[in-house]
């Protein structure tokens, strides 16, 4: 499997912003599809915001017109941009996706997560 890593978590104040990244920590020939996921502590898994490999976007009822998912097919990453910060978008998130890491080897993975914070 491959190895995905999210960066950008941290605290932030309500009203703030974020942008979460998604890269693959080794090569890959492409990324395909992605969705974020976050886990609210005490919580269940919800899913975030997901991108199809035409680029088609779905979002959550919860951060609809304030996350904006995104990505960067040269590069192989995935942004989650988070505007309008709540304090219930306190979680850990999770970036998950599927692609090719060779011709013949697909994936499908998830990353550690990274913890997001939204506290005054």
């Known amino acids: 499997q491959v190895q995905l890593e999210e960066s950008g978590g941290g605290l932030v104040q309500p009203g703030g912003s974020l942008r979460l990244s998604c890269a693959a920590s080794e090569h890959i020939l492409k990324i395909d599809s992605m969705a974020w996921y976050r886990q609210p502590p005490g919580r269940q898994r919800e899913l975030v915001a997901s991108?199809?490999?035409?680029?088609?976007?779905s979002y959550g009822d919860s951060v609809k017109g304030r996350f904006t998912l995104s990505r960067d097919t040269a590069k192989k990453m995935g942004f989650l941009q988070m505007n309008a910060l709540k304090t219930e978008d306190t979680a850990k998130y999770f970036c998950?996706?599927?692609?090719?890491?060779?011709?013949?080897?697909?994936?499908?993975?998830w990353g550690r997560g990274t913890e997001v914070t939204v506290s005054s």
């Open positions: 991108i199809t490999s035409d680029g088609s976007t």
């Open positions: 998950n996706a599927q692609g090719m890491k060779a011709w013949t080897t697909p994936f499908d993975s």
